[in-house]
């Protein structure tokens, strides 16, 4: 997906059930998808919403009835917006696949195979979102390529564009240069008819390679003639480019004085690509030859090899040796690394503690191998610096280059990332970016973190944190928010985000929530009987719902430890209680019996989330973190907490908003009557529930 302000998915539905369109919502928010919904129920709505709100996808039943498919097809496709249209089937035959896919609609989606439809959404916003960026780059590109042609056209370099040896721009310069008055005198030559004979057969042979896909030479000294006949010594570069859309060589020729000694000339344009300290190219030629590669690789299908290479532990290894000798440490680092480089190899200083190489016509095994044996190098033998010695150990981080990542700001990202993998876990080894080796890597952190969570259980090392919630009405009882934190056993919390879908994945859900009700009753007890009694909100997952062991269980934890009910209570996400709306009224019945409160969290955001209350009656409301987040710059999200807390106050349930960061937010929720407020501009989440409600 592509990164944007807003990256939630607006999508429309249109469905005769609320239900059913809900519970598509709730498994796209399930699978980490943030959705903002909408759903028109008339023709005329649909039009309104899709003329004025940002729509991203539009998934449609095609058994609707109020809203017939037809009708949305038509209205979708007379928008004049690139709007993808799926249509939500039952099942699929023949006749239907055909029918619909011969129209304006971009794909199926079965509605009992959540799969087939989270893959479909995730593919159609993903291609819409590429479409979206193609057409801002292309627009980006025409302009940059109007203001290349301007700054071309006035500057004094003679520069030419050239395919296949032939002219197909020249700027002012250009043509002076040779003596020709307009560009239409020169379109078309060959840039062969421009050399001196003494020197066309070698030219020749530059082009030969060049076509084949030989990189050109950084200067190419030949001897010219003009239109006139008249000779001169001049000095060609070449650069990879594109005109009009096409492949090409930009060509810039200059002119050379005869009293420039061409081998001094050589030396200094030689000395301009090199780092002065390693005597290995800097870090602006070096980005050309990536440039040049990934380019080669995009067009030609060829493959190359990056690495980037730095020192482990360098800021130590500066302490040690001493901060004046830097440059003698990177010059030693650079000539092991030359020695382990033929002459395929591009080697280059990167940065001020790395290095980078460049193995063109290196396949992924070659590289490997090549990074292998680097560390290898560096590692086994003894760095000599001046009159100090010191073992170095490098990490490493490789990338292969091919059509399918050619892009030189991925590559270096994933080289980078290799990097720092790697020096992450010690240093002295290689991180080749490998998609294989990336999907074991992450089948072994699932189950790495399965095993940890089932390990945490056991032994008590998943911990609560509080947030104190705030009752803006005058009460002073205290109430904290929990939140779960994992204790990695090295000082480090690690948030349930991280976790929990692995969590959910293997069925682990319903053991944490016995875990977080069991601590969470036992501290309700413990302030109880010291005579400060505290409200603790926990949040229940879908997966407790299924049975009444949860329920149950919450009943012998408070009779067992003395504890009343009245100060906890369980929170539910909305999303998850519309698609298990039965389950959650014998689940609220049976904790009320206890005394135990209700809660709904992330309130506000479904379809119709008041049609909710009609079926489930909550004591507590926490309004859905999206309204909050930039309350006093909006206006819809002000009036949209304003009706929460007002249906609320009616129905006598309290209202919370949570995520509150400024003092204009808080005053607003006042006056809009919301009940509790919760934030870090309050007070961050912490491990001791010692707020000062007074």
Not at 216 to 239: K, Q, S
Not at 344 to 363: C, H, I, K, Q, T
Not at 610 to 617: D, G, I, P, R, S
Request: overall charge negative; hydrophobic content about 40%.
């Amino acid at each position: 997906m592509s990164k944007r302000q807003d990256p939630a998915l607006r999508l429309m539905l249109v469905d005769d059930s609320v239900e059913e369109a809900e519970g598509i919502v709730s498994g796209l928010r399930n699978a980490g998808i943030a959705v903002r919904p909408l759903r028109p129920t008339t023709g005329d709505e649909l039009t309104t919403m899709v003329v004025g709100q940002p729509v991203d996808l539009v998934l449609a039943a095609h058994s609707s009835r109020s809203l017939p498919f037809a009708d949305v097809q038509q209205r979708v496709s007379t928008s004049g917006k690139d709007i993808p249209l799926i249509a939500v089937v039952e099942d699929v035959d023949t006749e239907t696949f055909a029918e619909l896919l011969g129209t304006s609609v971009r794909a199926l989606a079965l509605r009992h195979k959540p799969p087939q439809l989270l893959a479909t959404v995730r593919r159609e916003w993903a291609d819409l979102e590429a479409r979206r960026a193609q057409r801002r780059l292309e627009a980006q590109v025409r302009e940059t390529e109007r203001r290349c042609d301007a700054l071309i056209e006035s500057s004094r370099e003679p520069i030419a564009y050239v395919h296949e040896g032939m002219h197909i721009r020249a700027n002012a310069a250009y043509l002076e240069m040779f003596g020709y008055e307009s560009f239409e005198d020169i379109e078309g030559m060959s840039l062969l008819d421009l050399v001196a004979p003494r020197h066309v057969e070698g030219f020749k042979q530059l082009l030969k390679n060049m076509s084949k896909g030989e990189a050109p030479p950084p200067r190419y000294e030949l001897e010219a003639h003009d239109i006139e006949g008249n000779a001169f010594p001049a000095v060609m570069e070449f650069t990879l480019a594109q005109y009009e859309g096409e492949a090409c060589q930009q060509v810039i020729f200059r002119r050379q004085e005869p009293a420039v000694d061409p081998e001094l000339a050589r030396k200094v344009e030689e000395l301009r690509q090199r780092d002065q300290v390693t005597g290995l190219l800097n870090r602006p030629t070096f980005l050309i030859a990536l440039e040049n590669a990934v380019s080669d690789a995009a067009q030609h299908g060829n493959q190359h090899g990056l690495l980037l290479i730095e020192p482990d532990h360098y800021q130590r290894l500066l302490q040690e040796i001493g901060l004046d000798s830097a440059d003698t440490i990177m010059a030693a680092i650079a000539e092991r690394l030359r020695s382990e480089l033929d002459g395929e190899a591009v080697a280059a200083r990167f940065s001020e503690n790395s290095l980078a190489v460049l193995v063109r016509g290196s396949d992924h095994t070659a590289t490997a191998t090549l990074a292998t044996r680097i560390c290898n190098t560096f590692a086994s033998e003894v760095f000599a610096i001046g009159q100090r010695s010191s073992v170095i150990t490098a990490s490493i981080g490789g990338v292969q280059i091919s059509q399918k990542n050619a892009s030189v700001s991925q590559i270096l990202a994933k080289a980078a990332a290799g990097v720092q993998s790697a020096s992450g876990v010690g240093g002295n080894r290689t991180e080749l970016f490998d998609p294989n080796a990336m999907d074991r890597a992450e089948a072994e952190r699932i189950q790495a973190w399965v095993e940890r969570l089932q390990e945490a259980i056991e032994h008590k090392r998943l911990l609560l944190h509080f947030q104190p919630v705030i009752n803006l009405q005058g009460d002073n009882h205290p109430v904290y928010d929990t939140f779960l934190r994992y204790d990695s056993g090295d000082g480090e919390l690690i948030s349930p985000t991280t976790f929990l879908q692995i969590a959910e994945d293997h069925g682990m859900l319903e053991a944490i929530d016995r875990y977080v009700v069991e601590r969470a009753i036992e501290l309700i007890a413990q302030r109880e009987h010291a005579g400060k009694p505290v409200t603790l909100l926990i949040k229940v997952s879908q997966a407790s719902l299924q049975n009444d062991a949860l329920a149950t269980f919450v009943g012998e934890q408070l009779a067992m430890r003395g504890a009343s009910g009245e100060y906890l209570a369980l929170q539910l996400q909305e999303a998850k209680v519309f698609t298990h709306l039965h389950a959650v009224q014998q689940f609220a019945a049976a904790v009320n019996q206890y005394g135990c409160r209700l809660g709904l969290e992330q309130f506000g955001a479904g379809l119709d989330s008041f049609q909710l209350l009609t079926h489930v009656q909550p004591q507590l409301l926490k309004i859905d973190r999206s309204f909050i987040e930039d309350l006093p710059k909006n206006a819809e999200s002000q009036q949209r907490v304003r009706d929460i807390a007002r249906k609320a106050r009616d129905l006598d349930i309290l209202t919370i908003a949570e995520f509150v960061q400024d003092a204009a937010s808080m005053s607003i929720l006042f006056s809009a009557g919301v009940d509790y407020v919760e934030g870090h501009f309050l007070a961050a989440a912490g491990p001791e529930m010692n707020y000062d409600f007074e």
